[in-house]
């Protein structure tokens, strides 16, 4: 057996090159963090034993530069190499210029990643593995004439995809003959611009389909076992949001059939080391290889929680050596984990990327719950830190376990609630609102959830009536601490103190609520007009910014913000701005004229903090509605700003290479 490892280096940032250095340091091995100039002050590089500068911010000059890699390598003397997800970690050219250097790469084969890089290939290896495959033609297509042939002998509908494909590029979906020359030609062309390879093949398209992905883990004796499943078909733009473990669409049968299949094509690419294979379910439970990811996954946080494994701990012993220490019969599945991927996009904005200061970043506590659940947060970041443009917008992982998958849910909902994330745009309360929906508790998931649910983006979710008394009570509580703080001002005239009110009214969300309040035996009430009441406690006090609430017993995690003499209260995705006045002060403030918002229909202003890379037109142009106007460009994404209208150009006020803010203006006309 191979000695274990005494230092391993990590070639990745952020939450995973974290993730990894808090095993190795478990095991006693040392670190060393990588860095670019983006990253002089991240948290891998705090955390790490040593830390090597590796370059400029874009990735392309640092964390993907081989040649900066092994350097490192060589300065630090680490013996091994832990690649994480995404940059190099299926790069077969890392793993052998790691392999002639004599260091030892923490993953697959080369052989293995070089199989299961190639989509045409990966699914013939699949097929010859006896793992089901979706149909279709795997060869290469000469020309549009061919590809609608083959369409027709499938049967439409059918996906065309291009072989090197990836995040949504070069994949149409054609539902007749006309469609399938036309999607031929797109994807060629879409294919051979993002990926210098136009090779096109042509499947069946699965419907009401299904993400669910098996985890593998294989030694270097020949012992491959598969670990469960993970739902990951809540997607947005084929971007993976909220994952579990395990599916609540799959039974015994089918997941010990996927099972048995993903080890079988892994044993056929000689696999060692942690891999997942991925495949598309269909609404009977048929199941279809999609292709394998020969890393670990973002989302594999939640099968160690369902199956007790430390997987970056796996991959290490596997590595050095080690045989694995168990066999299948032992890997048990218990109870359930939902994953929920905490981005700096703002969706509001149609998800656009954010980027700026955490001005506030208070995760949940981590560890068991008195009810046994158990929060756990994978992250990079820490309050004060920059999120960059340079790099992927993930702030978080947030997980949760239960011992089932609604008490796993409900769970999840609580910590949302408890994250505290200030100072840029941030997608927790699209997260939140998912928890609440109905359609995701009762398990109906497809990759089109968030297509079908969302269809015209994400707007602020609008408390129903029982929400809405909640929040007026919590209210109507936070305005009678600082009432009766206020009334307690010393130096006061006698006999002129501050009377405390107890009746009302409270408007919310475009409601109003007439309501007393008052002191119990239990702490205090709220009493509705309609004759209603309820209980209420709480633990807020001035400056808090999150606080405990019990209404009726029932508790409620809340985040307070006081703004002027309203108070902003957001729970549960919803955001609300509450006014608790009198009655004749909400009397008077009905006649009151409403402020309306500025009129920016004659302006161009940034969607998003960036770079503008380009400004295509000059004052005194006419623009014609979808012209390009300017890019804009942030977290390695570029941003087309069209024009809305036909509309003269009165002045530009910026120039190529500024760096904007949210809402800062690009240009006015006329």
């Given amino acids: 057996m191979k000695r274990m490892f005494k230092k391993i280096l990590i070639a990745n940032r952020g939450e995973i090159a974290c993730r990894v250095i808090r095993t190795a340091k478990k095991l006693g091995i040392a670190t060393v963090a990588v860095y670019s100039d983006a990253d002089r002050d991240a948290m891998h590089v705090r955390m790490a034993d040593e830390a090597v500068h590796i370059g400029p911010s874009p990735s392309a000059q640092s964390y993907i530069v081989i040649d900066k890699i092994i350097d490192a390598i060589r300065k630090t003397g680490a013996d091994a190499v832990h690649p994480g997800y995404g940059f190099l970690s299926e790069n077969a050219a890392f793993a052998e210029a790691l392999e002639k250097e004599g260091v030892a790469f923490i993953g697959p084969p080369v052989g293995a990643i070089r199989a299961m890089g190639d989509k045409i290939t990966s699914k013939k290896l699949a097929a010859e593995a006896g793992v089901s495959t979706v149909p279709g033609h795997m060869g290469l297509i000469a020309d549009a004439d061919e590809a609608v042939k083959i369409s027709g002998s499938i049967g439409y509908p059918v996906m065309i995809k291009a072989s090197a494909g990836g995040g949504g590029k070069g994949m149409r979906i054609a539902w007749n003959d006309q469609e399938a020359r036309e999607g031929f030609q797109s994807s060629k062309n879409e294919a051979k611009n993002s990926f210098g390879d136009d090779r096109i093949f042509i499947e069946k398209f699965v419907t009401e389909p299904r993400h669910i992905e098996i ?129 700096a996009e703002d969706p509001y904005r149609n998800f656009l990327p954010s980027i700026g200061r955490l001005t506030r970043y208070r995760p949940p506590v981590e560890g068991a719950n008195d009810d046994g659940t158990v929060i756990r947060n994978d992250t990079g970041v820490f309050e004060g830190g920059e999120i960059s443009m340079y790099y992927d917008p993930m702030i978080a992982k947030l997980c949760t376990w239960g011992p089932d998958r609604l008490t796993a849910v409900e769970a999840m909902a609580e910590a949302l609630d408890q994250f505290e994330v200030e100072g840029i745009g941030h997608n927790l309360p699209f997260l939140s609102a998912v928890m609440q929906q109905q359609r995701f ?180 142009d006419t623009v014609e509605a979808g012209q390009s106007l300017a890019i804009v460009e942030a977290m390695k994404m570029e941003n087309i700003l069209r024009a809305e209208k036909r509309a003269t150009v009165k002045r530009v006020a910026v120039i190529a290479g500024a760096s904007l803010a949210v809402d800062e203006l690009i240009m006015e006309f006329e």
């Fill in 215 to 343: 985890q593998v883990l294989g030694d270097k004796h020949g012992n491959t076992l598969y670990l469960g499943e993970r739902e990951c078909s809540i997607q947005r733009r084929n971007q993976k949001v909220i994952e579990e473990a395990p599916s609540p669409f799959l039974d015994a049968a089918t997941r010990k059939a996927m099972g048995e299949q993903a080890v079988a094509l892994s044993k056929a690419v000689g696999y060692h080391s942690a891999g997942t294979v991925e495949f598309i379910v269909d609404g009977n439970r048929n199941f279809y290889f999609l292709e394998m990811n020969t890393r670990l996954q973002v989302e594999h946080p939640v099968t160690e929680l369902v199956t007790g494994l430390d997987l970056v701990e796996q991959m290490i012993r596997v590595a050095a050596g080690e045989k694995l220490a168990f066999g299948q019969a032992d890997v048990k599945l218990n109870g359930w984990a939902v994953e929920s991927r905490l981005y």
């Fill in 441 to 620: 508790r009762d398990g109906r998931l497809t990759t089109a959830y968030i297509a079908e649910e969302f269809a015209d983006g994400f707007h602020r979710v609008t408390p129903d009536e029982a929400s809405a008394r909640k929040l007026a009570a919590i209210a109507v509580s936070i305005n009678q601490v600082l009432q009766e703080r206020a009334s307690q001002i010393s130096g006061t005239i006698g006999n002129h103190r501050r009377i405390v009110g107890y009746a009302w009214v409270v408007n919310l969300a475009d409601m109003d609520f007439a309501l007393t309040s008052g002191a119990s035996a239990d702490g205090a009430y709220v009493r509705f007009e309609d004759g209603t009441s309820a209980s209420i406690a709480g633990d807020w006090t001035p400056g808090r910014t999150l606080a405990t609430f019990n209404i009726d017993n029932q508790p409620m995690s809340v985040k307070v913000e006081l703004t002027g003499t309203a108070i902003r209260l957001r729970w549960r995705g919803i955001d609300v701005i509450a006014r608790v006045r009198s009655p004749r002060v909400a009397e008077l403030a009905k006649l009151m004229p409403k402020k309306l918002p500025p009129d920016t229909s004659r302006m161009l202003l940034c969607p998003m903090p960036g770079v503008i890379t380009s400004v295509s037109v000059k004052a005194g």
